[in-house]
């Protein structure tokens, strides 16, 4: 049979315009190609399958003709019948390159019907230290052979679904449990397999975890390697997030030359009968080269200001881009409703943002996630997403430090930012700065892969989870870890950052060169119920005192604190930089993340001396007999309502 695959794959190729003829339009059911007059000739055909809106893909049937004369096709249509599947496959109708989508799906489809038998295709080892697992191309075989979720999920020496890569010293049970991942491995290794019509079997998968993601890194038997990922639940708005990083990838690849690997196959809908893996996933190439954290303390200082510059060449194509609103990208005939979306071209438009700031897990509110026209607009997203996050927060108000704040605190501190964001909007200098960008929420040596040869040149820029549009001016606290000094001599690689960013990305780099106190109250402006109200309310009483200094036209219409209330005002933010001076020494000490993060492996002896710390800190204030009066810990009570992590 494989000859007569080999020869139907070699005619398909040779029709004119094959690949115009997989589009949405077709009908379930009717012939793709060849036409009639050509089946003794091909024996074989093409047709359509269900076509599924959300993903652009078509499922298309390989399937025997009735006038077919080679003896094993006709054996096989005996045994089942003339309109029975022989293979299927995927054809994103979305895809740039159609003529190269339809080399893929031609390559793809006879390998179900060539694969082997399935005693060829397993080995199990006796020890996973020694030998290699295997797993076998299960799609491909009947249901009573396939290769099992539970084998699959220990053939790898991990679990899966749950996260192991790190525990938090605070609310670590809810840290772990919201990265969860309910869905079924096994299909996402034959799906895999599905997608790489040249090999037989997997040979190894890794397991990498991020804060907001899990990715799995399949080698294929024959060397291929593709990237699975799939989005946490706080991510932010299930289909929403997946969906739009689709489609800001794609957009870039259309409008860009920035390195992005290749989607390969993508689903918004775990609860889709036909996603059988059972969760959003992207299924994508691996990215060539290797990782920018793995080989930059090899590299010469000039070998590092060369890459510096290269990474700001290639994201110039992100910030000459121009954009008519603030929010997400999404393709156009995707989930997004008219009403909630702006057209970009006939195949893009700007939807929803899909930042997890605009999307509280549990809510009452109305919500407010765009897209935004201008930036009054995007203002009040930002402030009804930090009335959203309320209801939430609410709920451990008892676990909150003094200058955190009532519920109606917030509410009042919001509620009059807001219009004192929307004098700001229109200063001439924040009008500048806030024109609409799409930029790498994440530009970090982890997400940028350069040549193993040439580390000046850069290869792949991966993780556009969450990437928006946003005002220029909210990149501005942004300083990637490649140009952020550690000592004196990295200061040079800060200056090539700089002076990379003024030449390849102005629009960017113009707000960073303004005074930071222009932009703060926009930044803290939705995130009171993380931070406390007294963090905004402060930014506001410093932009009303500063109000002519930094340009602003016309009377500040936030009040600053009459005498009888600044005292308690003073108070109350002494007590704020108290715990954010704490937090972040704390981390240090401990070599944690600011939110707790610790390695695993970490575990133990972070909590032995996390509470050794404690203990000398509490011992420290109860034997501070005199404290002094603007002394903000007095007490145990205090001390404990701002400590940063959970305590025994």
């Known amino acids: 049979m494989s000859k007569v695959l080999g020869t139907f794959v070699q005619k ?163 840290e772990r449990s919201s990265r969860y991942i ?111 954290s793995q080989v930059w303390d090899d590299m010469t200082g000039n070998q590092r200001v060369r890459c510096i510059s290269a990474i700001f060449q290639k994201m110039k194509g992100a910030t000459d881009l121009r954009f008519p609103s603030y929010g997400s990208i999404y393709l156009q005939d995707g989930l997004v409703h008219p009403f909630a979306r702006q057209p970009l071209n006939e195949d893009f438009c700007i939807g929803p943002h ?39 927060s609410a709920r451990d108000l008892d676990r909150k430090p003094s200058y955190y704040g009532s519920v109606d605190q917030h509410t009042a501190v919001l509620n009059s930012a807001l219009p004192v964001l929307k004098q ?57 870890d490649f140009a952020t000094p550690t000592d004196s001599d990295e200061d040079l690689y800060y200056k090539a950052y700089k002076a990379s960013s003024q030449y390849y990305t102005p629009a960017l780099s113009m707000p960073k060169s303004m005074d930071e106190n222009l932009f703060r109250p926009f930044h803290y402006s939705y995130r009171t119920w993380k931070d406390g109200a007294i963090a905004l309310h402060h930014e506001m009483v410093e932009t009303a005192r500063n109000w002519k200094g930094l340009n602003f036209e016309g009377q500040c219409l936030y009040s600053i604190p009459t005498s009888d209330s600044l005292l308690e005002y003073e108070r109350a933010y002494r007590l704020f930089v108290a715990a954010q001076n704490l937090r972040y020494d704390l981390s240090n000490l401990l070599n944690s993340a600011s939110d707790g993060w610790v390695p695993t492996e970490n575990w133990e002896v972070t909590q032995t001396a996390h509470k050794e710390i404690f203990d000398g800190m509490l011992q420290a204030v109860l034997s501070n007999q005199n404290p002094e009066d603007d002394e903000p810990v007095q007490d145990e009570e205090t001390l404990r309502s701002i400590w940063p992590f959970d305590l025994p």
């Open 424 to 480: 700001m909007s229109s200063n001439s200098c924040i009008v500048q700065s806030a024109s609409p960008l799409l930029f790498h929420p994440d530009l970090h040596k982890r997400n940028i892969f350069v040549s193993e040869e040439d580390p000046t040149i850069i290869t792949g820029i991966i993780d556009w989870q969450g990437a928006s549009i946003e005002p220029a001016f909210w990149y501005s606290d942004d300083l990637p």
């Open 182 to 292: 309910a869905f079924d491995f096994g299909a996402l290794c034959d799906r895999v397999l599905q997608l790489c019509p040249d090999a037989i079997s997997i040979d190894s998968c890794k397991k990498l975890e991020g804060g907001f993601n899990r990715v799995f890194v399949f080698t294929m038997n024959n060397s291929r390697q593709l990237v699975a990922r799939l989005p946490f639940v706080l991510a932010g708005p299930a289909r929403l997030v997946t969906s739009s990083e689709v489609a800001t990838i794609r957009y870039l690849q259309l409008k860009t030359k920035i390195p992005i690997p290749q989607i390969i196959d993508w689903n918004d809908d775990a609860k889709s009968p036909e996603n059988t893996i059972g969760s959003e996933y992207i299924i994508m190439e691996h990215a060539s080269g290797v990782q920018l």
């Open 12 to 174: 398909a190729q040779g029709l004119k315009n094959a690949s115009s003829k997989f589009t949405s339009s077709v009908a379930e059911g009717n012939r793709i190609l060849p036409s009639r007059n050509k089946d003794a000739d091909f024996q074989l055909r093409i047709d359509a399958g269900h076509y599924d809106s959300t993903s652009k893909g078509l499922n298309v049937v390989l399937q025997v003709n009735s006038q077919a004369k080679s003896p094993a096709l006709r054996d096989w249509a005996r045994k089942n019948e003339t309109h029975a599947k022989l293979a299927t496959a995927t054809f994103d109708t979305a895809a740039v390159d159609k003529d190269a989508e339809f080399q893929r799906v031609l390559e793809a489809l006879p390998m179900p019907a060539l694969a082997p038998t399935r005693h060829q295709l397993f080995r199990f080892p006796s020890s996973p230290l020694h030998d290699i697992y295997f797993i076998a191309r299960a799609a491909a075989m009947p249901p009573i052979y396939r290769f099992q979720c539970t084998k699959a999920n220990t053939a790898f020496g991990f679990d899966p679904y749950t996260y192991t890569s790190g525990r938090w010293l605070r609310d670590d049970h809810y």
């Open 354 to 392: 899909c930042g997890s700031r605009y999307w509280p897990l549990k809510t009452r509110q109305r919500l407010n996630y765009g897209p935004w026209d201008n930036l009054d607009s995007f203002c009040e997203g930002l402030i009804d997403a930090g009335l959203a996050n309320l209801s939430g």
